[in-house]
């Protein structure tokens, strides 16, 4: 028998979750469905794994563009509002630091710029104040030497298993249906118009309207009809965490988070990266993150197959190790880590290089949003927000065009004339 919704968005990750809140105070009936996260006994699938399942990720109101400024800024003035409403805490206001390489002082100007205009203030630094304020911190070798954007309100890092926890909480009490479930199949029944929704566990269900926030793997669970593919690249994300001792705790807990930004074109000597603080992995112990920019050892994944196999199996190539090695060694030179253990994760990028929020094609029953491209979780509740008013079929309210949101077939994509795409030649868009 089908069970019938209004609305069923496919994906309970940071996306779907959002989106379903919203949902959920407009529509009372609202079915989100995602697989929860696995233990360590269950069997390993395609459907098993989301980027939300880690303790930190940074986030500040300083964005590249306009258009990330305005999702992460809309977003973040939430995230406290979330925490109370939800009773859940996972915004933690260490400050944002980015270190930027003086030859593009250009853009560095247009970030600036687009603060005064968000009246976000962000304190420029010399090498030399950098020094002072944050002597745990060496400062990198940079051609023409380094400056940095310092964001100390409403910037450092969220939990974003926690965050993903707090919206679905706020979408179930304010109605929406949660189910733990992976979709297998969409298709629109010619004879009623609606879409029936396959599930794993073996469910036939029926909505009026759909919204696809699966993530990395939606080109590959079956989850957009008619064989429907969008442009969308997956990507290694190797990580490494080094555990700090108690007294190596205290030295480096006061650091904010930080994002270096390189243009030259050096391959893996490229330094653009990113930096965490100590947090608190589940294991009970205290690590430091790094992780990369888009160097060339940030390998392109091809197939739901390996994708699987690197999200199961957590272990980065020697190459990958080895280059984020060196980079902790500049940026922390008197780390004495207790263990160094890898981490893996997966980014999409997309060729616009924003979320796709739209729908499909000409049908403005199916709608997706997906395409993080580094930035989704700090801009997520905007996003789902966002992506919710589109799948009501709502009055826009964003002041972004919302074509810039438009989705991308993969037949229609441009901007690759083979080898690394266009779009993620440096200078990079950094998380």
């Given at each position: 028998?089908?069970?019938?919704?209004?609305?069923?968005?496919?994906?309970a990750?940071?996306?779907?979750?959002?989106?379903?809140?919203?949902?959920?105070?407009?529509?009372?009936?609202?079915?989100?469905?995602?697989?929860?996260?696995?233990?360590?006994?269950?069997?390993?699938?395609?459907?098993?794994?989301?980027?939300?399942?880690?303790?930190?990720?940074?986030?500040?109101?300083?964005?590249?563009?306009?258009?990330?400024?305005?999702?992460?800024?809309?977003s973040?003035e939430?995230?406290?509002?979330?925490?109370?409403?939800?009773?859940?805490?996972?915004?933690?206001?260490?400050?944002?630091?980015?270190?930027v390489?003086?030859?593009?002082?250009?853009?560095?100007?247009?970030?600036?710029?687009?603060?005064?205009?968000?009246?976000?203030?962000?304190?420029?630094?010399?090498?030399?104040?950098?020094?002072?304020?944050?002597?745990?911190?060496?400062?990198?070798?940079?051609?023409?030497?380094?400056?940095?954007?310092?964001?100390?309100?409403?910037?450092?890092y969220?939990?974003?298993?926690?965050?993903?926890?707090?919206?679905?909480?706020?979408?179930?009490?304010?109605?929406?249906?949660?189910?733990?479930?992976?979709?297998?199949?969409?298709?629109?029944?010619?004879?009623?118009?609606?879409?029936?929704?396959?599930?794993?566990?073996?469910?036939?269900i029926?909505?009026?309207?759909?919204?696809?926030?699966?993530?990395?793997?939606?080109?590959?669970?079956?989850?957009?009809?008619g064989?429907?593919?969008?442009?969308?690249?997956?990507?290694?994300?190797?990580?490494?965490?080094?555990?700090?001792?108690?007294?190596?705790?205290?030295?480096?807990?006061?650091?904010?988070?930080?994002?270096?930004?390189?243009?030259?074109?050096?391959?893996?000597?490229?330094?653009?990266?990113?930096?965490?603080?100590?947090?608190?992995?589940?294991?009970?112990?205290?690590?430091?993150?790094?992780?990369?920019?888009?160097?060339?050892?940030?390998?392109?994944?091809?197939?739901?197959?390996a994708?699987?196999?690197?999200?199961?199996?957590?272990?980065?190539?020697?190459?990958?190790?080895?280059?984020?090695?060196?980079?902790?060694?500049?940026?922390?030179?008197?780390?004495?880590?207790?263990?160094?253990?890898?981490a893996?994760?997966?980014?999409?990028?997309?060729?616009?290089?924003y979320?796709?929020?739209?729908?499909?094609?000409?049908?403005s029953?199916?709608?997706?949003?997906?395409?993080?491209?580094?930035?989704?979780?700090?801009?997520?509740?905007?996003?789902?927000?966002?992506?919710?008013?589109?799948?009501?079929?709502?009055?826009?309210?964003?002041?972004?065009?919302?074509?810039?949101?438009?989705?991308?077939?993969?037949?229609?994509?441009?901007?690759?004339?083979?080898?690394?795409?266009?779009?993620?030649?440096?200078?990079?868009?950094?998380?």
């Amino acid at each position: 028998m089908s069970e019938n919704f209004e609305v069923v968005v496919v994906g309970a990750g940071m996306f779907g979750s959002a989106a379903a809140k919203y949902l959920a105070r407009a529509r009372s009936k609202v079915l989100l469905i995602g697989p929860a996260e696995p233990g360590g006994d269950e069997t390993v699938s395609q459907y098993a794994f989301g980027a939300h399942f880690d303790e930190a990720r940074i986030t500040r109101r300083l964005g590249w563009d306009a258009v990330w400024s305005t999702t992460d800024a809309r977003s973040m003035e939430r995230f406290r509002d979330i925490e109370a409403e939800s009773g859940m805490e996972f915004f933690h206001e260490c400050g944002s630091l980015i270190v930027v390489a003086r030859s593009i002082a250009h853009r560095t100007e247009a970030m600036l710029d687009q603060c005064r205009r968000d009246d976000i203030f962000v304190e420029r630094m010399s090498e030399d104040a950098m020094r002072r304020c944050f002597p745990e911190l060496g400062i990198l070798p940079m051609v023409g030497g380094t400056e940095g954007l310092f964001e100390s309100k409403q910037a450092g890092y969220i939990n974003p298993r926690k965050l993903v926890a707090a919206q679905i909480a706020l979408a179930a009490a304010s109605g929406a249906e949660v189910r733990r479930d992976a979709v297998t199949g969409i298709e629109k029944d010619a004879a009623t118009g609606l879409w029936r929704i396959h599930t794993n566990l073996g469910s036939s269900i029926s909505t009026e309207r759909v919204l696809v926030a699966a993530g990395v793997f939606t080109n590959h669970n079956n989850v957009l009809p008619g064989g429907i593919q969008l442009a969308m690249h997956a990507f290694t994300e190797p990580n490494l965490l080094f555990e700090v001792d108690d007294d190596q705790l205290d030295r480096l807990r006061a650091l904010p988070t930080v994002v270096t930004v390189d243009p030259a074109d050096t391959g893996d000597a490229n330094l653009s990266l990113y930096l965490l603080p100590p947090i608190r992995y589940p294991d009970g112990r205290w690590y430091l993150r790094i992780g990369p920019g888009m160097q060339p050892f940030v390998e392109e994944l091809f197939t739901a197959e390996a994708m699987t196999e690197w999200y199961a199996d957590q272990q980065i190539t020697t190459r990958q190790a080895k280059s984020l090695t060196s980079m902790m060694e500049l940026m922390a030179p008197d780390l004495k880590p207790v263990s160094v253990r890898a981490a893996g994760c997966i980014i999409e990028k997309t060729p616009s290089r924003y979320p796709y929020i739209g729908y499909l094609d000409d049908d403005s029953t199916i709608s997706v949003a997906i395409g993080g491209n580094g930035h989704g979780a700090r801009g997520s509740d905007e996003i789902g927000r966002l992506a919710a008013v589109t799948a009501l079929g709502e009055r826009w309210d964003c002041p972004i065009d919302r074509a810039v949101f438009a989705p991308i077939h993969a037949e229609h994509a441009v901007g690759s004339t083979g080898g690394r795409p266009d779009f993620l030649k440096p200078p990079f868009g950094l998380c």
